[in-house]
């Protein structure tokens, strides 16, 4: 399985940006897609994942602010990042997640000024 990730960049508090992925290669008939986190100096941290079904799971630090979407049949995901925050900033990585194990792609970096 490959994860590509797209979009990310910087932003100024308050505003927005996007991410997607897609992934290609082998196929399942079910999984998670999400995005993580990681600050400098800080451990990798959940964002936002959205299961086969659509149902989906949000950090608290992101309720409210972050739209995660997924579509089946092109196995793409997005992340809508609305209202940045400077503690947004970070490297985000795409993930896959089946039953048995976890696939993860390149990270992007997102930067948030105040």
């Known amino acids: 399985v490959q994860l590509q990730a797209f979009g990310g960049g910087s932003a100024q508090a308050g505003g927005s940006l996007r991410l997607s992925c897609a992934a290609s290669?082998?196929?399942?008939?079910?999984?998670?897609m999400g995005w993580f986190r990681q600050a400098p100096g800080k451990v990798r941290e959940f964002v936002a994942t959205i299961g086969w079904t659509g149902t989906t799971y949000y950090a608290d630090s992101v309720k409210g602010r972050f739209t995660i979407a997924r579509d089946n049949a092109k196995n793409t995901v997005r992340l809508q990042m609305n209202s940045l925050k400077p503690e947004d900033t970070g490297v985000y990585f795409c993930?896959?997640?089946?039953?048995?194990?976890?696939?993860w792609g390149q990270g992007t970096l997102v930067t948030v000024s105040s």
């Open positions: 290669g082998r196929t399942f008939s079910s999984y998670y």
């Open positions: 993930n896959l997640r089946t039953a048995i194990k976890d696939y």
